[in-house]
């Protein structure tokens, strides 16, 4: 499971390379099923004006679930207001925990809305709530930040 870690973390590194469209953020995610919180780091890419292509990283502060990669497609084809996004979102959840030593890991399914808005000229304000279809990370998540 490390060595997916380090290889999520090349490709972006790779793929952010002298792009503009790359933008990053940092927030929180809560897992509704269980209340397990984490600390996360997520960067977006512009693909085009309709889609963009998403990865997160959560690093969860209770035992239960160590950390959580999330790599998904947002459909930005709804916009509420000016300044005001909404964009549904699909993709794929990879989930890792460790019970007395033992590691376990989980590939789901990610389903859900991203919504932003326009704080100032250079933050956006994101929400992210996410039905997740897994078995370790399974439920409701809401998920939190800064775009900048």
């Known amino acids: 499971m490390k060595k997916l870690v380090i290889i999520t973390c090349l490709l972006f590194g790779v793929f952010s390379a002298g792009i503009s ?7 929180s995610q809560l897992i509704l099923n269980g209340s397990i919180f984490g600390v996360q780091g997520k960067a977006i890419y512009d693909i085009n004006e309709l889609w963009a292509g998403a990865g997160s990283f959560t690093l969860h502060l209770e035992n239960s679930i160590d950390y959580t990669i999330d790599l ?6 709804i916009e509420i207001g000016d300044g005001f ?7 794929l959840s990879i989930s890792s925990r460790k019970v007395n030593g033992d590691g376990d890991s989980d590939i789901g399914i990610n389903l859900g809305a991203f919504i932003s808005f ?3 000229e250079s933050i956006n304000v994101y929400i ?4 997740k279809i897994a078995d370790i990370a399974e439920g409701l ?8």
């Open 128 to 131: 992210e709530p996410k039905l």
């Open 141 to 148: 998540t809401i998920s939190g930040g800064i775009l900048f």
């Open 72 to 77: 998904d497609a947002h459909y930005k084809a």
């Open 118 to 120: 326009t704080a100032s």
């Open 85 to 91: 996004d909404l964009s549904p979102v699909g993709g």
């Open 21 to 27: 469209q790359l933008s990053f953020a940092a927030g």
